[in-house]
Nanobody
Framework: QVQLVESGGGLVQAGGSLRLSCVVS????????MGWFRQAPGKERELVAA????????YYADSVKGRFTISRDNAKKTNYLQMNSLKFEDTAIYYC??????????????????WGQGAQVTVSS
């Protein structure tokens, strides 16, 4: 059993910053890749950023490159999404997710086996 719990969401003004955290418990050895997805009302869930076990491979959506940074601390079983220069269009529910490999399915929500409950991020313009 694996559980993912996000924290750090909230309300911030445009241009501000937030840091999301995701704590993993259970059989964590199976979570080689961690990803952060987001879903805005009426839109599909999209991958924002992903990172492999060592941190040597990362992915960022074009819309967040240069503003968001994904990282992980395997000793603390925690991964982070630092979000800077937030924009109104970043408003969404953000989900932490995990899977057992880094491959072509890393970029697709259906490729992930474990999900957190979600954290609301609201950016006021």
């Amino acid at each position: 059993q694996v559980q993912l719990v996000e924290s750090g969401g909230g309300l911030v003004q445009a241009g501000g910053s937030l840091r999301l955290s995701c704590v993993v418990s259970g059989r964590t050895f199976s979570l080689y890749t961690m990803g952060w997805f987001r879903q805005a009302p009426g839109k599909e869930r999209e991958l924002v950023a992903a990172i492999n076990w060592s941190g040597g491979s990362t992915y960022y959506a074009d819309s967040v490159k240069g503003r968001f940074t994904i990282s992980r601390d395997n000793a603390k079983k925690t991964n982070y999404l630092q979000m800077n220069s937030l924009k109104f269009e970043d408003t969404a529910i953000y989900y932490c997710a995990g899977r057992s490999a880094w491959d072509g399915r890393t970029y697709d929500p259906i490729g992930y086996d474990y999900w957190g409950q979600g954290a609301q991020v609201t950016v006021s313009s």
